[in-house]
Every structure is written in C-alpha cells, then in structure tokens.
C-alpha cells in the first residue's frame, strides 16, 4: 500500500539554527500539506501545497517558514531560525484530486529545539 | 472557517465494554468529516469518513460513526472494545466546497485508554 513517508523520525537542533524536514508524498496525489502538533495540543494546520505553489497557509506560517518542492517527489518544509517553541511533531500529508478522497499522513518528524 | 470540538480529553474504558467519543464541529459551509487514530509512536491514519450518502459509517474494525447534520455531531462508538483500540482519536473537518484544497481542522483528540 502506498504511503506518505517522512525523514528523520526525530531532530534536535539548536535555536536559531535551520532545520529542513523532508516528505516524500503519495506518487500520483496532486495536494501536499504540513501540519503540526504541539506537545499536549491539538494537530494544526500549517500550509496546503498546489501546482507548484501555496494554496493556503495558516497564520503560524510566518516568513520563517518555507515550502518546496524541489524535485516532483520530495516536499520540504524548511524552518529558518528555529525557536523552542517550534518543538513539535510535523506531519506531512497528501491528497489525490477530487473532493471525495482523503489526506494520508506520514509517520511525522518530531522536532526538538534546545 | 470551521471548528472541532472534542469533548474528553480521556477515556477510561474496559476491555469488551462500549464507547462513544464525542464530537462536535461547526461550520458556515457543507463540511466532510473524518475520524482519525493516532497509535503510540506512529502516525495518523484514517478511521472512518463521511463525504455524502448514509449517515451512518463504518470502519473495517468495528467502529462506526453518525453525522447528525441537526446536532452536527459526528460521535465515534465500537459496541465492545479491544486492548488494541487504545489510541489516540482525532476528529477533523474540511469544507465541501472546491476552493478549501482540502485543508483539515482538527479537534483536541481523545485517548481512549482500554483496560483488561
């Protein structure tokens, strides 16, 4: 069965160092997202990924944050000074074309800022 | 905009006895509503869905939920729970409409805790 795949599982960095969290989505899904989830907090919505571009981003997506997809099969999520409040786990998900399919998500990238 | 609302945080149950985890969502717009399971150390799979049709959905391990458009509710019960159900349970909505790009809400999760 296909399956949304994320490395690493776990990266602990520096704040203020940059730290570059890597998806490689469903082969044939059209719709990429990042979402993350704040120890004891619910899953949030960062930003949505469509042709080539972003669709939507939530307001915790600030000029830190940055999306790509810089080969047709890996999207990154890219933080540029990281903080400790970005500690979190990262979930990456996709998503075929049409409005009855699902999102399936990765195994997610615990990130840890010291 | 839309919003989830996850009534327990945890919940305490015996293994074979009933369960219903609650949500509760609301929207401005038509909304489709999943829940999803989060097992220790992994990630977030898909439980069950409701796009249209049957109010009533299922899953292929014996949960089942039912969209109350009157109420909006969607509740997740399983009649007679396993060790193994012990997870975390995440409700989520997503606008019908085509301009959302499929975007989910989340609500705060419910562990339920399955005890022998």
């Known amino acids: 069965e296909p399956e949304v795949t994320q490395t690493p599982s776990h990266q602990v960095t520096q704040m203020g160092q940059e730290v570059i969290l890597r998806c490689v989505p469903i082969?044939?899904?059209?719709?990429f997202y990042w979402y993350r989830q704040i120890l004891g907090q619910k899953v949030e919505f960062l930003v949505s990924f469509y042709n080539n571009e972003i669709s939507e981003k939530s307001e915790i997506f600030d000029d830190q944050f940055s999306v790509e997809r810089p080969d047709g099969s890996n999207f990154t999520l890219k933080i540029r000074s990281t903080k400790l409040e970005d500690s979190a786990m990262y979930f990456c998900?996709?998503?075929?074309?049409?409005?009855?399919?699902?999102?399936?998500f990765g195994q997610g990238t615990r990130l840890t800022v010291v | 905009a839309q919003s989830v609302t996850q009534l327990d945080s945890q919940v305490p149950v015996f293994e074979e006895a009933p369960v219903e985890l609650r949500c509760n969502y609301s929207?401005?717009?038509?909304?489709?509503l999943f829940w999803y399971v989060q097992y220790p150390n992994q990630g977030l799979q898909l439980l069950l869905k409701?796009?249209?049709?049957?109010?009533l959905v299922e899953s292929i391990n014996g949960f089942e939920a039912e969209f109350n458009k009157s109420q909006t509710s969607f509740h997740l019960r399983k009649p007679s729970v396993h060790i193994s159900d012990t997870a975390e349970y995440f409700c989520?909505?997503?606008?019908?409409?085509?301009?959302?790009?499929?975007?989910?809400?989340f609500g705060q999760g419910t562990i339920l805790t399955v005890h022998p």
């Open positions: 998900a996709s998503k075929d074309s049409g409005s009855n399919t699902e999102a399936f």
């Open positions: 929207s401005s717009v038509s909304v489709y």
């Open positions: 409701y796009l249209s049709g049957s109010t």
């Open positions: 989520a909505v997503r606008g019908a409409g085509g301009t959302s790009y499929g975007k989910l809400t």
């Open positions: 082969s044939n899904h059209l719709y």
